[in-house]
Each structure stands twice: as structure tokens, then as C-alpha cells.
């Protein structure tokens, strides 16, 4: 195996040719990959390696000689620290672009299309302040407790007081619990040391409705300072109606266990998309951008052509929004989810919606399905959002046994879409590949795709 010719630490000079699909600048040094953090495609750089592999290397940006046109001088002063985004000194247009590409990528080097028909990126016309959840991490440092994301690359927990692409009243729940944290010397949990009682904070917003959810994730089942906490977050802002504490005492990280304790209001927040009505629990999948999920819903049932005996299936439906979204256009939608409280949620919403042509299942998908195939159900039309994993191979296997005409796969990972996509082109036709930007100033993307059933078109 041949040596790196570079080491950790060592500072090079690179010229940057293309970007990878995490918005990464790709140069080389003898053949030898390097992608920097920060670099954009024509500029020459100075930069410091912080990772070798025997493949390629990573490295962040020291300096540039005259910048690309692609350029922009990032708005965030954590920017330059903080891991939330990836491509905020790329130019919106730039953005935009580079994100078509990367959809194009996948699909012609993973699922075999030679040529890729991916539309244009639709964009938002002010993407700032859009996300409406927010999980901020907690780590002890010796001037005291501090709240923010993950530096790239890196465990190191940078300090936010404010995030420029989550919601206003995100912001200012974290301001309040912050405050608490700081007046009740509340310690995050340190795992080496087995000490500490906070390992993050969980903020949810009600866009359409302004409704706040705010939680602490704790590794300890007691919440220090419980009624200042309280307070101080319903001092902040009035629409706080939801205060919670989860805690999660066996899992690594920040997420979110199962097991939650509701401290003051409601257990679920509310809010709108179009004409509907949703109601939101802290586990619910919800999409994180409302004003762009409206474009993306609107794509989906213009591409589903439904009609009065069409019959719908809403795989990983989540609380049910993109099938109660399509419901009144078709004559029933069938929602798989596999977790319960999220098809509680969307039964729940399926009421306050006077919706009554929805049935939703609570299990796997991959288990689910073939049963509902085997029980000689029909499909006219089967919308697929699963996770960033993309849908388990048992249930592209019924997919491809059941053939229903249509198949609407809405995905926020490029790769795995296109790794599904290779396996349904078997017996479907690609027929429309269309992202959309949920995620601005980060590299994610949201893709929706139309795939018609061969022999059907």
C-alpha cells in the first residue's frame, strides 16, 4: 500500500478542481485525494491536513488566492467553527447548482443512468431562519456549561447563542434555557466521567401556528432547577406550550429516548400545511422547512394524478402529512410507520382534518406491505420517504412484486435514492428526478421521483 505523501497537521498549497457531495473542495497532490473544508472549485489554497487515509485526506482552509465567483462571505460568525452548515460561503444560485449536480451524481454513478433527467433545484426565496427543530448539545468546560452544535468534522461542541437557519423562536428558547443553565449551574453529562445531569437541548416550532415545544434531554431522571427552567422558558416567549424532559440514560449522543416526562402545557404542538391541521409529538418526523415542504407536497400530488378510486400507500408516513395531504383527491391512502407515537399523531391529525378515507398501520414497512399485497389490496400509487438508510431491500423486493403503476419517492440521501432507484428500474421507468432545497447553507437536499411502472407509459 503506498504511503500518503502527506501527514496530519502539515500545512500544503492545493489547487481546488471540483466539489465532493458534502460541498467539500476535491484538489490533489500527486494523485493523492485531498478534500478541504471551505474551498471552492478555481481557487488555490493553503490549507491544514486534520485526517489521512491511505485514500485520501481531509483538511481545513487557511487562506485562498483570489477567491472563485461561486464565493460568498458567509452571514453566520460561528460559520467558520460551527458544523450545522457546510456551504454557507457558497452563493445561493451556487448552492442551488450544486445540489442538482449531486442529485445527477448518485443516480448516473450508482443506479447506472447514463444520462440523469434531474430538473433545475427549487429553491427558497429567503433561506435563512427556516428550520423548525433544533437539538442543541451541552458539553462542561472549565468557565462553565455551554449550548451549540458539533465543529465539522469533530466532537468538539461550539457555542451557539444564535442559529441563523433555525426558526426566530428557536433562537429564543435557547436563550432562556440557557439562562437557566447559567443560574442553576446545571452540568451537561460527561460520558468518560459518568457525571453531569444535561446532554442537550430540543427545541420545536409550530411555523404556521407559532406554537413553541422546548425539552431538555437529560442522562439522569430528575431535571435540576425544574421550576426555574419552566419559567424562564414561558417568561421568553408566550407561545411555549409544550415543556418537556427526556431522558436518555443508555444511549450515546443526544437523541431522544422513549421515555419522556411532560413538566408543563400540552404534549404535542400544532401546526399548519395548506389547508391542514397537524399535531406534532417530540418523536413525530416532521419536515424540517414548512414553506418549502407546501412546493414539495404541491409537486407530489400534481405528479400522482390521482383520481376518486385511486388508492394510496404512505410508506414511513411519519404523522401522515404528505398522505392527508393527497387524501381529499383520492378514494383512500394507507400509512405505514413504525413508530407508534408518530401513527397515533396521524390518526389524531386525520380527525381535526374531518379526513375519513385514511387507515394507518402501526410496523416495518418491509414486514407490512407484503401483507397488505397478500390481502389483495391494489395500489394505484405508492409514496416512499424513508429515512436517510433509503427503504429496506424486503421492501423493494414487494415493490417489485406488487408493480403498482406509480412510484413517488421523496428522499433526503442522494446515494441511497439512487441505490433503491437501480433496483426498481428493473420494472419501472425513471421518469422525473426533482430536488428541492429543504436544507439552505448546508449541503443536504430533498429529492422527489417519479417512476412509472414499464408497459404503463
Given amino acids: ?9 502539515e500545512f500544503i498549497d492545493i489547487h481546488i478542481e471540483s466539489l465532493n457531495s458534502e460541498g467539500q473542495g476535491v484538489g490533489r497532490i500527486d494523485g493523492y485525494v485531498v478534500f478541504v473544508v471551505g474551498a471552492l472549485p478555481g481557487e488555490d489554497c493553503n490549507v491544514q491536513i486534520f485526517k489521512v487515509t491511505p485514500k485520501y485526506a481531509i483538511a481545513r482552509l487557511v487562506k485562498y488566492e483570489k477567491p472563485s465567483k461561486l464565493r460568498e462571505k458567509p ?16 452563493k445561493y444560485p451556487a448552492q442551488l447548482l450544486f445540489k442538482q449536480s449531486k442529485v445527477i451524481q448518485a443516480i448516473v454513478k450508482i443506479a447506472g443512468k447514463k444520462e440523469a433527467i434531474v430538473s433545475p433545484t427549487i429553491g427558497m426565496d429567503t433561506p435563512w431562519f427556516y428550520r423548525n427543530k433544533s437539538i442543541f448539545s451541552s458539553v462542561n468546560t472549565v468557565e462553565g456549561t455551554i449550548v451549540g452544535m458539533y465543529q465539522n468534522h469533530s466532537h468538539k461542541v461550539v457555542e451557539i447563542d444564535k442559529c441563523i437557519i433555525a426558526h426566530q423562536k428557536i433562537n429564543s428558547a435557547l436563550s432562556a434555557a440557557k439562562d ?25 416550532v409550530g411555523v404556521n401556528t407559532g406554537q413553541v415545544m422546548v425539552g431538555a434531554i437529560t442522562h439522569t431522571d430528575s431535571l435540576p432547577e425544574v421550576d426555574t427552567f ?70 407530489v400530488l400534481e405528479k400522482s394524478d390521482l383520481n376518486s378510486e385511486s388508492i394510496v400507500l404512505d410508506a414511513y408516513c411519519g404523522v401522515g ?23 397515533n399523531d396521524a390518526k389524531e391529525n386525520s380527525r381535526i382534518n374531518n379526513i375519513r378515507n385514511t387507515k394507518y398501520i402501526a410496523g ?13 389490496i391494489s395500489f394505484d400509487v405508492v409514496i416512499v420517504d424513508p429515512p436517510r438508510k433509503g427503504c429496506e431491500r424486503q421492501f423493494i423486493d414487494a415493490l417489485l412484486k406488487a408493480t403498482p ?15 433503491d432507484i437501480k433496483a426498481l428500474l428493473v420494472r419501472y421507468n425513471l421518469v422525473s428526478v426533482q430536488p428541492f432545497d429543504m436544507f439552505p447553507q448546508t449541503d443536504h437536499v430533498e429529492t422527489v421521483t417519479l417512476l412509472e411502472r414499464k408497459g404503463s407509459i
Fill in 1 to 9: 500500500m503506498k504511503t500518503p505523501p502527506i501527514k496530519i497537521k
Fill in 75 to 90: 452571514v453566520c460568525s460561528h460559520y467558520s467553527k460551527c458544523g450545522g452548515c457546510q456551504i454557507q460561503h457558497m
Fill in 180 to 204: 437557566w443553565i447559567k443560574r442553576s449551574n446545571i452540568l451537561a453529562y460527561d460520558e468518560i466521567e459518568s457525571r453531569g445531569d444535561l446532554r442537550a437541548l430540543f427545541a420545536r
Fill in 230 to 299: 419552566t419559567t424562564l422558558l414561558r417568561r421568553a416567549d408566550n407561545d411555549i406550550v409544550s415543556i418537556f424532559q427526556n431522558i436518555n440514560a443508555h444511549q450515546k449522543g443526544e437523541r431522544l429516548s422513549f421515555d419522556t416526562k411532560f413538566i408543563w402545557g400540552t404534549h404535542t404542538i400544532a401546526d399548519s400545511l395548506g389547508k391542514l391541521r397537524f399535531n406534532i409529538s417530540p418523536y413525530s418526523f416532521y419536515q424540517i422547512n414548512p414553506v418549502q415542504t407546501k412546493k414539495l407536497y404541491d409537486y
Fill in 321 to 343: 402529512t404528505i398522505g392527508q395531504y393527497l387524501a381529499k383527491q383520492c378514494k383512500e391512502v394507507i400509512g405505514i410507520e413504525s413508530v407508534i407515537d408518530a401513527i
Fill in 364 to 376: 416495518n414497512c418491509a414486514t407490512v406491505f407484503p401483507q397488505l399485497i397478500d390481502s389483495n
Fill in 405 to 419: 403503476p406509480k412510484i413517488i419517492y421523496v428522499s433526503c440521501n442522494p446515494s441511497t435514492l439512487a441505490r
